[in-house]
């Protein structure tokens, strides 16, 4: 059997980190620390790899929509050569660069699996090498033709996955959408749960930090607050966090307006529920009735990293403003649930 490789790609994060008189922050020459610990194992289970790190490791904290590009280009330069790809990045924004690079390789016909993880490598109890280990043989040897995140015991759809525990283990959840693997002694792959094979459709496009806002709804948010956050030109998307089923306060009629006006200039509003879990449903409520009307987007079950990094996407790649209301509410590349197959409540019926 041929031997599988595995491109491994340092990012930055805890996970190659190492304690200065400022806290922790990136250790230079991560790599090939990765390299020489992993290549102690002494099974031979792992695949063969290789570890490359992007120029300049960063604190995922300090990551910006720009800094999705290297991590696509890095791993498209070396797409032939590999038969899967693993992301090391720091645990803060990772969920939301999963997203990214699910939507930027879309149709990817091998597995690119973040990881990370709370306790540096270098340090005592580290959970990074059973992380960078599971991730491994994840993309070695499992067909998941999709990006997805590792971590502590389960294997995530990335574009589903959020980080929920500043200090536990278990630091992801994916409360929408079940885990794609569970890891213990064996692991337990739900392929009834991956995405079917498609054609490769890789766009690699510029992004533009300032395109993209959220607001999250607040008890007294006004209109001028939501009037400020689009004021910047280059802002053509807006994330609406609302209420629960997707409600606002719509008898607050300078809120409305400022939508409305939002929505005139073209800036395109997709509306998710600042719940942990659940969907928004247009409608379902009186106060949520006028936003289909103004024109926001229902973005269904998805999570927040999900609907920005695909708002960004949209935006860099799509002119027309009806597409990228269009895509926004269709599911590209499993980060939503279609409209007919969410379960509703009786609430939500009128
Ligand atoms: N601040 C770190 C980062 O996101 C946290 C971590 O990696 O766990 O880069």
Not at 27 to 50: C, I, K, Q, W
Not at 189 to 194: G, I, N, Q, T, V
Request: glycine letters at 10%; proline letters at 6%; a neutral charge.
């Amino acid at each position: 059997m041929k031997t599988r490789r595995v491109l491994v790609l340092y990012t930055g994060g805890t996970i190659g980190m190492e304690p200065s008189a400022d806290g922790y922050r990136p250790m230079r020459g991560f790599a090939g620390r990765v390299s020489e610990v992993l290549g102690r194992h002494p099974g031979g289970e792992l695949p063969d790899f290789d570890v490359i790190e992007l120029e300049t490791p960063i604190d995922s904290a300090n990551l910006c929509p720009a800094n999705w590009r290297a991590m696509a280009d890095a791993l498209m330069a070396r797409w032939e050569a590999y038969d899967g790809f693993v992301v090391l990045h720091g645990t803060d924004t990772l969920a939301w660069s999963a997203s990214a690079l699910s939507f930027m390789l879309r149709g990817t016909d091998k597995p690119v699996i973040f990881t990370g993880s709370q306790i540096p490598l270098m340090q005592a109890r580290s959970d990074a090498l059973a992380n960078v280990e599971a991730a491994l043989l994840l993309a070695a040897r499992f067909p998941v033709n999709e990006v997805g995140v590792f971590f502590g015991r389960q294997l995530l759809r990335g574009n589903r996955s959020s980080k929920r525990s500043s200090d536990a283990f278990d630091a992801f959840g994916s409360p929408n959408y079940p885990p794609l693997a569970d890891v213990g002694i064996d692991v337990r792959m739900h392929a009834e749960r991956l995405l079917p094979p498609s054609a490769r459709n890789f766009v690699v496009p510029h992004f533009d930090n300032a395109a993209v806002s959220v607001l999250t709804l607040y008890p007294g948010v006004c209109g001028r607050v939501l009037d400020a956050l689009i004021d910047d030109r280059a802002t053509r998307g807006l994330i609406l966090r609302s209420y629960g089923a997707g409600n606002v306060p719509d008898a607050d009629g300078g809120l409305m307006a400022a939508l409305e006006r939002a929505v005139a200039r073209g800036v395109v509003v997709l509306n998710i529920t600042q719940c942990t879990s659940g969907s928004v449903v247009q409608g379902a409520y009186a106060t949520s009735a006028a936003l289909s009307r103004i024109g926001v987007v229902p973005g269904g079950d998805m999570m927040l990293e999900a609907a920005f990094a695909k708002l960004h996407f949209l935006l860099a790649t799509e002119r027309d403003y009806a597409q990228v209301c269009g895509a926004a509410a269709t599911p590209l590349c499993g980060e939503l649930t279609a409209a007919n197959l969410l379960r509703t409540t009786p609430n939500h019926s009128p």
